[in-house]
Each structure stands twice: as structure tokens, then as C-alpha cells.
């Protein structure tokens, strides 16, 4: 027997008071549905559907592909987010989990074990549950006399007595299809929030004499639904230190959890060290034994081994083996660095390459620029690569010198071997080997400051 998903994503999630759909507030650098989706990718089940509604168009363009979208026009509670499903599954004969896209820190073993337990004991039905010490805001789960669930009743609508019940509904189920579709027809909305509620299922099912089963225990940090931004940091607290978890377990330092902050899916080699203070995000790929930190930004960039950085910022970008970066730098999106490269203090690279083994020491601007292997840049050098209106390229040649507060007003040149006079606005292409010069002569006037201060003291000239 196989196994279908739906997943609830139509609502607007007023409470989070944000202008985005809920479930595309990131989590650790990933929408808290794509969560929700690769969990039940990695359950096994292959056939996945999504109901969405509100600004159901943003939603389908975020999210992962090999999913079949339906679409809830009016929100009119969970059961009738299920039944706009129906006509997706109408030839399916099989089991259909149902959970909801804002509760990311469910995991595969869970959704598993709760499809396993349907499918061997034959329930019409399994709910997830889980025991909360404050189970405040959760639907209560009512069981008969053998201990299967006889219905679940929502807190609005809960007697004082079944609000002492401290078993909760998760809102994950299992259904046989063709039972569920049936019972959806027997809904009603006889409540007080006016609403279809799928849990309603459950009891149908149980009038018609059906079995409802219950997988009870679940850790109750799986069942962190995400309401609003409070619980958006809290949801993020708690899967940043799976992460960390793991990539520790990998064999990466960490010098502290409590200020270290790595998205999901970054990879990370073992013994590199993250020293505190450090985001790597999204999309970064780290190499074995680099040196990262501290309170340094990483975003979706591919670092090789033995790297330093230190207090720096690299965005989109390529460093390779053994080069050093920072203090205080930062490399902007389409940089490469090579080998052996070291980017140094207040230096900003922009959509450039730095070949193997070029130095820029401190305090320079390069900006579309391809810079030779083993060049040197002093202090100050600045490529003037923007006219107003375009951009231009500078190429500076292997082994070149570029000497302190130069600027080098692209497009321009430098060849190998070349050198450039500190202090010099180079407008020209430099041959290799020359060196370039151009700055105007100095000229030294004796007494000139006793002349001045004697007119300035005298009342003269203003």
C-alpha cells in the first residue's frame, strides 16, 4: 500500500504580521514548508501535494519542485482544505498523510513510524499525539475504554474536563483515502469558529465503526508549530543547534553554540574551527582546516582548505586553498580569489579575480578587475572602474607592483612585470616591465611658511 501527502499551506497567518505567507518565513536560511517537504521526501513518500490559497502564486514559485499544487479560494479550516484535494486523488487508493506546513521540526523517522503503525495494524486512521505539561492551545485527544481515540476536540470547544487532558493532537494523520473523502462529505461547520475541522473526521470514522489508532509520545519540540515571530526565533534557536549538533558530530570546532549561527544545508569540512559571532549562510560550502571567525559573514560561497578569515564579509563568491581574508574585508558577489591570496585589512573586492599568490594588503578598493598571479597592490590603491554610467575592467599583469595611493582609471592595462609610482592616477595602459608614473613634479618654495604666517598675522589678503 502506498502513501500520498498533503500538506496544509493555504493560510495567511495573520498573527505573524508580516506582508509574506507564513510558510515561506525561513528557518535557518530555508522556508519552514521546504522543511516540511524534504521530511516527507525522506519518509519515502514520493506523491506530494500541497494546498495553498493566500498569495498562493508566491508560495508555488518558492518551493521545491515534484509537487502538485491545489488551490483553497476561501479558508474554511483545515477539513475543508483536504477536501480541495479530493479531485487530485480521486482514482488513489492508497494511505494519505496529512500535516501542515508551518510545523518544520518534524522529523522522517516520526512521519514514518506513524505510516508504519496505519499500515500494520490496518487503522481507518492514525493521529500523532504527543503529552504536553501545558497543553494550552491544543486540541485534546478523548479516547474510549480500549484505549483508541474516540474524537479530538478543539480547546475553544473543550469542557473544563477534557481541558485537564494533557494529550494533545499533533494535526499529522494518516487516512485510508477513500475512508477520508468519505468522512469529509459528513462534515459540518457546527462550531464556534464556523469552520470544517478535519478533526471531525475522526469521530465520523468512529460512528461508522472504524478504528482510530494513536502514535503517542512524540517529542514535543517535532510538534513546534510557527504562529509568529516569537516563534519563528524560537523554531530558529532550536534547529541552528541540530545543525551545529551535527556538523560537531562531522568533526568541526565550534568555539560557542550559544554564538555561532550556520544555515541549513551548509557544508562544513572536519577540523575547520568557527570561532564566535559567525553567520554562514545559505548556499556555503567550507573546506577542511580553515580558520573562520570571529563575527565573520559567509553567504553562499565556496571556501576551499586551510582558509583564514577573520572579521570579514564574503557573499557569493570563490576563495580557494590557503589564502587569508580580513581582518575587516569584504568580498562581494562574483569575486574568485586564488591560492594563496591574501586579502587584507578594509580591502572590498567586487566581481573580480585574484590570481594565486597576489597580495592586497590593506585599505583598496577592486572592482571589476582581473588581478596576475603573485601581483602586489599598496596601500591605497583604488580602481576607479565606474564613469558614471558604466562599468569598465582593469587587468593587472603577473608580478606587478602597484605602489601605495595609486588610482588606476579603468579600462586600462598593467602588464606583467610592470610597476606603478606610489601616488600615481594612471589613465593608460602600462607595457610590461615599465614603470608608469603620473603625478606632477614636486616643487619646494624656502620661507614660504614664514611669508604666510607674517601676511596672515598683518591683516593681509583674505
Not at 500541497?50 to 498569495?55: D, I, Q, S, T
Request: net charge neutral; aromatic share 6%; proline share 3%.
Amino acid at each position: 500500500m502506498g502513501t500520498a501527502a498533503i500538506i496544509l499551506a493555504a493560510g495567511e497567518g495573520t498573527r505573524m504580521k508580516s506582508k509574506y505567507p507564513k510558510v515561506l518565513h525561513e528557518i535557518c536560511g530555508k522556508p519552514m514548508v521546504q522543511f516540511v517537504i524534504d521530511c516527507v521526501k525522506m519518509a519515502g513518500i514520493e506523491r506530494l501535494l500541497m494546498v495553498v490559497g493566500h498569495k498562493a502564486e508566491e508560495v508555488m514559485g518558492k518551493v521545491g519542485e515534484g509537487i502538485q499544487f491545489v488551490k483553497q479560494e476561501q479558508q474554511l479550516g483545515t477539513g475543508h482544505a483536504v477536501m480541495q484535494a479530493r479531485e487530485a486523488l480521486r482514482d488513489y487508493d492508497g494511505s494519505v498523510l496529512i500535516l501542515y506546513g508551518d510545523t518544520p521540526m518534524i522529523t522522517p523517522a516520526t512521519i514514518k513510524a506513524l505510516i508504519d503503525l496505519q499500515h500494520e495494524r490496518d487503522y481507518a486512521g492514525v493521529v500523532l499525539t504527543a503529552y504536553m505539561a501545558d497543553p494550552a492551545g491544543y486540541g485534546r485527544i478523548i479516547r474510549g475504554v480500549e484505549g483508541n481515540v474516540e474524537r479530538i476536540v478543539e480547546e475553544k470547544d473543550a469542557t473544563p474536563a477534557e481541558k485537564e487532558i494533557r494529550e494533545i493532537n499533533s494535526g499529522i494523520y494518516v487516512f485510508k483515502s477513500r475512508l477520508l473523502f468519505k468522512a469529509l462529505d459528513d462534515l459540518n461547520r457546527d462550531n464556534k469558529q464556523g469552520e470544517y475541522y478535519l478533526t471531525d473526521v475522526i469521530e465520523i470514522l468512529r460512528a461508522k465503526g472504524f478504528t482510530i489508532g494513536a502514535l503517542k509520545g512524540a517529542n514535543p519540540s517535532e510538534l513546534m508549530g510557527i504562529n509568529n515571530k516569537k516563534e519563528l526565533a524560537e523554531a530558529n534557536k532550536v534547529m541552528n543547534k541540530k545543525i551545529l549538533d551535527t556538523l560537531m558530530l562531522e568533526g568541526v570546532t565550534i568555539i560557542d553554540p550559544q554564538n555561532t549561527y550556520i544555515d541549513s544545508g551548509v557544508v562544513i569540512g572536519r577540523d575547520t574551527v568557527i570561532y564566535p559571532g559567525c553567520f554562514i549562510e545559505k548556499g556555503s560550502v567550507i573546506g577542511e582546516d580553515c580558520t573562520i571567525g570571529p563575527n565573520s559573514r559567509i553567504c553562499r560561497s565556496r571556501i576551499g582548505n586551510r582558509v583564514t578569515v577573520e572579521y570579514s564579509v564574503i557573499k557569493n563568491s570563490q576563495i580557494d586553498d590557503d589564502s587569508v581574508i580580513g581582518p575587516f574585508a569584504y568580498i562581494r558577489p562574483e569575486s574568485v580569489i586564488g591560492k594563496g591570496v591574501k586579502i587584507g585589512d578594509f580591502v572590498e573586492v567586487k566581481k573580480s579575480r585574484i590570481d594565486d599568490g597576489a597580495k592586497i594588503p590593506h585599505l583598496s578598493y577592486v572592482g571589476d578587475a582581473q588581478i596576475g598571479k603573485k601581483a602586489n597592490l599598496g596601500a591605497g590603491v583604488i580602481i576607479v572602474n565606474y564613469d558614471g554610467f558604466k562599468k569598465h575592467l582593469t587587468q593587472i599583469g603577473d608580478n606587478a607592483f602597484i605602489g601605495c595611493n595609486s588610482n588606476l582609471i579603468s579600462p586600462v592595462n598593467i602588464g606583467d612585470d610592470a610597476y606603478i609610482a606610489a601616488g600615481s592616477t594612471i589613465t593608460r595602459d602600462v607595457p610590461e616591465k615599465a614603470l608608469g608614473v603620473a603625478r606632477n613634479r614636486q616643487i619646494n618654495k624656502p620661507d614660504w611658511v614664514i611669508q604666510y604666517r607674517k601676511k596672515k598675522q598683518s591683516g593681509g589678503e583674505k
